[in-house]
């Protein structure tokens, strides 16, 4: 007895372990159930599942690049400014686009490049037609831009952090010119993370389901993720969505795997812990190139926001929301299954962190921390809407779909937030624990006491910025709630794509004002309130 | 000759106000606690901080409005004074061209520095692979490199042993004669730059409080 109670520290990480492998593995079946030699020899001659898979790598590389090459030569100029208050604004404003659910940043892209949006108003203002491009690769494009080029940003500039600013003042009493500061300073610091960066960016498009979805325009344009949901909801073709699964799992794996090798060393702080080293070592001339920069940076940040704000303020009406019953009912199930998700993958992040910890910090076992730890992250090679495929293959004969779907929903988006929380719990978890686990043992300090009394506390601010991104990310979720959702259980993310799929604008509009204060009040409420954040 | 006059510039607890005259090719060295701004009189000195009021004359020219990078001035600092995916030869060549793309003659100005510096068996080393006393040297020989003839240090051996401290200041004496050169260097352990110094500045809150001759530094002056 006193064996097995020395041991029960392991109870927390084996069942949330069990439980997350249980999904995946029931989700696995579903999809191999419907595999056979033949279907996959099927995959392999299949002209459509070809091209397909060509054009999911060839938008995500050519994403991957262009976010690139925009955010270099952005982050090169911000980086001499960042002592301004406008650029440390723009930044913020900047990242919103890389944290807000994905779908208020299409309808941001859409209000300013669409048929109906701001440029397309200019264009006719001047005696053009309205133009006509946002759909299709353009638009996929565009919008993985607004997205992934403050993240490309973030990480340069935290690259670039790293330079010492002794080597910045050599650089200028030797006289660099640009290039030299360059090819010598900026270039070495950036280049191992600019690598991760592009990868992390593909992989990131490579699963980009909601812009693609809306900004596709059809099949012709349309990722794995995206023709796997056709496949399924539309045609209701199994044998198809499991051979675009089968696709799906394999190249995810290979990224992942790509990715995780790279990625050991890779960090990223915010910007209000950059402390960068103003060089003043540039050409006067530069400023004019430097401001040039800051009006693209601009153009591509802040004008779809601005577009998106004044949208949403012109459509805003009390009688549009009171008086809308299935937008009311969005506005529930979305606060409903947010908060679920975000509650229990908190629950389920400190029950894998309590059994890691231990094995860590008391008994240095690492790889079985390792394991733990990965089992919480095995989702990534499992997008949700492929996890809800298998997941309905597997239950559709067992139970009606439609009454469980609430709980399917729940259960996948807590699994995909589940390494976005360990993320940010873990590390300050550890540190914790390092730091006070010798006092906790001389006090007796153990269990639920030390989890309330002593951890949470310390761990406030973790815990309020997991909860935070766990419960907008869940908020944000239109790939899952477009699988399992109906009439009567629809979010506010389903309620506006199918607003702008009938292209009643206004509703649309509204829904996303509504999703948008609802993200931020979860924010401000998490951070300032629970988090105790007073700078 | 440099002569500061009322150089003023705001720090954290006070604003200093440096008045001092240095002669031309001689050596000294500035001493004083923590945060009694040795590093921001170097910095002031470098143009690496801009004095709100005041003057600083270097052979007669008011160097206030002039950049950094157009002052005849180089640093040594205690850490990250090499480019670390660079070789030895590229570090030191970085003083005379950036861009690396050396003429033959220069090559040869960077061979015989290297020679010098006792470095030749390092030439094509990394930085990663060399060590502490190792790497001052190359530092050094960057600033050998460049011509200047104004060497500031900020307190750049103090992370050596003893005795490698020694050895450098050694080697900083024969650079100075060779070169002819005028250095200021910040200095954490007076005693051992006593045979080195002309004099030393003692700072305090932001001002050279004293002038002393090397032999009369004591500790509890400051």
Redesign the interface.
Known sequence: MAQIKKYQWLLPGLIATFIVLSLILLSLAGIFEYTNIKLIQQIIGDEYIQRIIFFTIYQSLLSALLSIIIALPLALSVRKYLQYKIIKLILSLAWLSFVLPVIIGVFAIIKLHGVSGWFSDISVLFGYSKLNYIYGMNGILLAHIFFNVPFAIRIILFSLNSVPAELWRIAIQNNFNRWNIFTQIEWPAIRYNLFVTAAIIFSLCFTSFVVVLILGGGPKYSIIEVALYYALKIEFNIDRAVSLGIIQIFIASCIVLIILSFTKSFKVEPYTKLKLHNSNIENKKLLVYDFLMLIIAILIFLLPILALVISCLTAFSYVTIFGNPSLLNSIYWTLLLGLSSGIISIVFSVMFLITIRKLIVTYRIRWLANLIELSGNLILILPPVLLGTGIFLSLRNIYNIQEIAPYIIIGINTLTVIPFTLRIIGPEYLRVSYMYDKLFYAYDIRGVIRLLKFELPLLRRSFATAFAVAVTLSMGDLGVISLFGSTEIRTLPLYIYQSLGSYRMDNASVGIFILLMLVMSIIFISEYLLGGRDD | MIKLENISIKLDNFRTKFTVEINKGEWVGIIGQSGAGKSTFLNLI???AQPEVGSLLINNTEMRNL???K?S???L?Q???L????SVYQNIA??IK??LKLHENEKGKIFEIIEYLNLSSKIHSSIGTLSGGERQRVALG?VMS?D?KILLLDEPFSQLDPNLRIEMLELIKKIREKKKITIIMAIHTPAEAIDFVSRFLLIKEGEVFRELEPQDYRIDLY
């Open positions: 470098a143009g690496f950049s950094a990078s002052r001035i180089s640093s600092f850490d990250n004074n480019f670390p995916h660079l970085i003083a950036p861009n960057r460049s200047k």
